[in-house]
């Protein structure tokens, strides 16, 4: 795996392909991919203190207005899978995370990102970082006190 930047944190998790995420194959169908990332990004959130309640809590939800995701190889029904998960840091009021996927061997199976912003709860596009969002950032050493 690579190795980290000074301004990214990740984290892994695990996920166990389910039956019903396979094609009559057994392979994973290529949407469900997306599916992982956000697997990832809620256990990354809940690790870091970051989740979607949190989010919520300080009035704001962060909607995907880009998605891109990379097929390397099939996961199969039954593959146990890890889902590294980074965010990398933006000075935007944006979220950006990359995303890894290694199936049991560990070999690469897919590859993405996902873009995020910051919407008030009532519907507004907050164009600054919001505050509790910076907090966090400071929390996690990527800005400066």
């Not at 039956?19 to 991919?33: K, Q």
């Not at 992982?36 to 970051?50: M, S, T």
């Not at 000075?91 to 897919?110: D, R, S």
Request: with cysteine.
């Amino acid at each position: 795996m690579p190795s980290k930047l000074k301004n990214e944190i990740s984290h892994t998790s695990e996920i166990r392909v389910r039956f019903a995420e396979a094609d009559p194959l057994g392979i994973v169908w290529h949407g469900n991919y997306i599916q992982y990332f956000e697997d990832g990004r809620e256990a990354f959130g809940r690790h870091h203190g970051i989740s979607y309640l949190h989010q919520k809590a300080h009035n704001f939800s962060t909607p995907i207005v880009k998605s891109a995701c990379e097929h390397k190889l099939p996961l199969r029904y039954g593959d146990v899978a890890k889902i590294k998960t980074t965010y990398i840091d933006s000075p935007a009021a944006k979220m950006i995370f990359k995303y890894e996927i290694f199936n049991q061997e560990g070999a690469l199976v897919c590859t993405g990102e996902t873009v995020q912003v910051f919407v008030e709860l009532h519907g507004e596009l907050s164009l600054v970082i919001p505050e509790f969002f910076a907090k966090w950032k400071k929390k996690v050493g990527l800005l400066d006190e």
